[in-house]
Antibody, heavy 123, light 106 residues
């Protein structure tokens, strides 16, 4: 059974960097055909995909966030991480990590979601 | 950027069929996934590759995709189907989500 669990600060100050980690159990993050993704949901709003990373390197990012986002993998810990710089109140959201199926240059469904973690950006 | 449009809300009485649409330019040429999200829970994929159901998803949930519209159909709707539903596609190396549809079971 694959499980994902987000961790990180629940409160980040405006203009600072939001850093979250997703711990993966039940499968190696280096497995083929799978990318590891971050999705966020502002309070009362819809889903926004942030980006993903392949286990051995390679990323896709949401163009609207690309200049501020880095998603990386730590194979030794079977984890992947999100760094979002220069945060503002608009970055307040529940952040989810998830496994994403990709093939070639195309990515598809997101599955095996974490429970989500609320990050609030304070001024 | 690519946009997916969903109706904000759909209402259905128990036992009836609920239809949730997702519209986008030439959407039928892409694979669409659908996610169900209940209050306080993480999203869960209920349909992928337009019409496939993950294990554990009941057969009364079905999907189709043609032209500019993908459709999630819930037959014999139950109270437990009340949730937000999101469609999702891939465009220009980016995941795109629809705005979401709140399904209310009256």
């Amino acid at each position: 059974q694959v499980q994902l669990q987000e961790s990180g600060p629940g409160l980040v100050k405006s203009s600072e960097t939001l850093s979250l980690t997703c711990s993966v159990s039940g499968v190696a993050v280096t497995g083929s055909s799978y990318y590891w993704a971050w999705v966020r949901q502002s309070p009362g709003k819809g889903l926004e995909w942030i980006g993903n990373v392949y286990g051995t390197g390679g990323n896709y990012y949401n163009p609207s966030l690309k200049s501020r986002v880095t998603i990386s993998v730590d194979m030794s810990k079977n984890q992947f991480s999100l760094d979002l710089t220069s945060v503002t109140a608009a970055d307040t959201a529940v952040y989810y990590c998830a496994r994403q199926y990709c093939s070639g240059d195309d990515c598809y469904r997101l599955f095996d979601w974490g429970q989500g973690t609320l990050v609030t950006v304070s001024s | 950027s690519y946009d997916l449009t969903q109706p904000p809300s759909v209402s259905v009485t128990p036992g009836q069929t609920a239809t949730i649409t997702c519209s986008g330019d030439k959407l039928g040429e892409r694979f669409v996934s659908w996610y169900q999200q209940k209050p306080g829970q993480s999203p869960m994929v209920v349909i992928y590759q337009n019409s496939k159901r993950p294990s554990g998803i009941p057969a009364r949930l079905s999907g189709s995709n043609s032209g500019n519209t993908a459709t999630l159909t819930i037959s014999g709707t139950q109270a437990t189907d009340e949730a937000d539903y999101y469609c999702q596609a891939w465009d220009s190396r980016t995941v795109v989500f629809g705005g979401g549809t709140k399904l209310t079971v009256l």
